[in-house]
């Protein structure tokens, strides 16, 4: 049952971040709501402001951007019903099994008296938060090529770093980018990610090999890959590969699933 309960606490927490996110998105979305025909395969989307307006406006595709936002919005109302609700049935099984993990009895105190407890064991996400705000050596290999932008505020090589991160991200689960690992043979690398499995208190080192087309690239990682494995670092131990190619394209809903059966 402890396992449960605690499973449920985090995903109350996990619910309350993102209802929060949610919320600070609706208190900037634009007015209205948006609707949307098709005519011969194409999409059409009209703004409508005005409950007796059935039309709308017109929103040609030059303004992609209130396009997003508007439909956001109405993803946003969905999704704060669905998870409100969710989070309301939590907090009554909560309520009805009062017993708790050790690691949540700060929770059982006033907020007022909870800041001020130095606890004796940590929870999955205080382990995580701690340990991003723990500095790191960075690569500072060629930084001016660090151009994709990520939710988490970082920037990254490429667009399929930049998916991978966000999923990480969006999912909760810590991550580092190039932080400095130096290995048995004293050489210093830098994994793409370094990332914290915070239920099991453990790092995972995650490679991304986006370039197996060239040969020197593929050569060289090979090499790395070989370090690596003298250094206790490997697949089915704690080391992520993933891959894109011709006729092997990079599909972040893959890797997501499989992230999920390995860290949630």
């Keep these: 049952m402890n396992n449960y309960?605690?499973?449920?606490?985090?995903?109350?927490?996990?619910?309350e971040t993102a209802i929060s996110r949610a919320?600070?998105?609706?208190?900037?979305?634009?007015?209205?709501k948006i609707r949307t025909?098709?005519?011969?395969?194409?999409?059409?989307?009209?703004?409508?402001?005005?409950?007796?307006d059935h039309q709308g406006k017109y929103i040609p595709k030059t303004h992609n951007d209130m396009i997003t936002r508007l439909i956001q919005k109405e993803y946003t109302k969905i999704f704060l019903k669905e998870a409100t609700r969710e989070l309301s049935q939590i907090a009554t099984f909560l309520?009805?099994?009062?017993?708790?993990?050790?690691?949540?009895?700060?929770?059982?105190?006033?907020?007022?008296?909870a800041d001020f407890v130095k606890p004796y064991l940590l929870t999955d996400e205080e382990v995580g938060k701690l340990w991003e705000k723990e500095p790191y050596k960075i690569s500072d290999y060629k930084v001016e090529e660090r151009v994709?932008?990520?939710?988490?505020?970082?920037?990254?090589?490429?667009?399929?770093?930049?998916?991978?991160?966000?999923?990480?991200?969006?999912?909760?689960i810590p991550y580092r980018y190039e932080c400095a690992l130096?290995?048995?043979?004293?050489?210093?690398?830098?994994?793409?990610?370094?990332?914290?499995?915070t239920k099991r208190r453990k790092i995972i080192y995650h490679e991304h090999m986006g370039r197996l087309d060239?040969?020197?690239?593929?050569?060289?990682?090979l090499i790395k890959l070989s370090d690596?494995?003298?250094?206790?670092?490997?697949?089915?131990?704690?080391?992520?590969?993933?891959?894109?190619?011709?006729?092997?394209?990079?599909?972040?809903?893959?890797?997501?699933?499989?992230t999920t059966e390995m860290f949630l």
């Excluded at 919320?23 to 209205?32: H, R």
């Excluded at 005519?39 to 007796?52: C, D, N, S």
């Excluded at 690596?228 to 011709?246: P, Q």
């Design 5 to 15: 309960v605690s499973e449920m606490i985090r995903r109350k927490q996990e619910l």
């Design 23 to 32: 919320e600070q998105f609706m208190k900037k979305a634009p007015a209205g």
């Design 37 to 52: 025909i098709t005519l011969k395969g194409q999409a059409y989307f009209y703004r409508v402001t005005k409950e007796t």
């Design 95 to 113: 309520n009805r099994h009062a017993s708790i993990p050790p690691e949540y009895a700060r929770n059982k105190l006033h907020k007022n008296k």
């Design 148 to 172: 994709y932008p990520t939710l988490k505020g970082d920037k990254v090589r490429s667009k399929s770093e930049a998916l991978i991160a966000d999923m990480y991200y969006e999912m909760g």
């Design 182 to 197: 130096l290995l048995s043979n004293g050489k210093t690398k830098y994994p793409d990610f370094t990332v914290l499995d």
């Design 214 to 221: 060239e040969d020197r690239y593929r050569k060289e990682n």
């Design 228 to 258: 690596y494995r003298k250094s206790g670092i490997y697949t089915g131990k704690n080391l992520i590969l993933t891959f894109e190619g011709a006729g092997s394209p990079f599909n972040i809903n893959d890797i997501k699933k499989s």
